[in-house]
């Protein structure tokens, strides 16, 4: 009996250990791109952070490697406010925050440092359309893209365990097969 109290106290002591995994194994902070025609609506998402506010939102000339500030220009969709670029001049494009997304903000999986857009559809730039009222042209960012020049965009959070059990936690399986075990010789 004195051994089956022992065994109890032991798999009570490492349970809370089995809980340390993180199991919000869902993306992390990120950005959600619309392109109609030459305007961009770019869409944080799975943060805090939102448009118009203290963090500038980038845009980066993938081929020249121009970067320019968006105006704080807002727009509702489906309840969130986006930036909305207008008056691109065609070319392929990486839109995201001057402090980019860190892993300590939102997520397991990863976070977005930027993500990609291509104007194709009439986008002359500002000198051939017209942005709406209350919109400024972006101005130059002198402090280049924050964010590595090669690679996908995302940025892995370390010390998530998603998908996978942890170590503690077959630690805790181990010790109830035992128990089990112990049990049905005695």
């Known amino acids: 009996m004195r051994q089956l109290f022992g065994m109890s106290l032991t798999l009570l002591a490492l349970l809370p250990l089995a809980q340390t995994a993180k199991a919000n194994c869902s993306r992390g902070a990120d950005y959600d791109i619309t392109v109609t025609n030459s305007t961009v609506q770019i869409c944080p998402g799975g943060t805090t952070r939102t448009c118009g506010g203290a963090i500038?939102?980038?845009?980066?000339?993938v081929d020249?490697?121009?970067?320019?500030?968006?105006a704080n220009f807002c727009v509702d969709s489906s309840g969130t406010s986006c930036y909305e670029d207008e008056c691109v001049p065609n070319g392929n494009y990486r839109y995201g925050f001057a402090t980019?997304?860190?892993?300590?903000?939102?997520?397991?999986?990863?976070?977005?440092?930027?993500?990609?857009?291509?104007?194709?559809?009439?986008?002359?730039?500002?000198?051939t359309c017209t942005i709406s009222s209350g919109n400024s042209a972006p101005t130059a960012y002198s402090a280049g893209a924050p964010w590595p020049a090669t690679g996908n965009g995302e940025k892995d959070c370390p010390g998530?365990?998603?998908g996978a059990t942890s170590p503690s936690a077959l630690v805790v399986?181990?010790?109830?097969?035992?128990?089990?075990?112990?049990?049905?010789r005695a």
């Open 100 to 127: 980019p997304y860190s892993c300590d903000e939102v997520g397991c999986a990863g976070v977005a440092f930027w993500r990609a857009a291509s104007v194709s559809a009439g986008g002359g730039g500002i000198g």
């Open 173 to 184: 399986l181990a010790l109830a097969v035992i128990y089990v075990r112990r049990r049905r």
């Open 64 to 70: 020249s490697g121009e970067v320019v500030a968006l």
């Open 56 to 61: 500038e939102m980038l845009r980066q000339n």
């Open 160 to 162: 998530c365990r998603c």
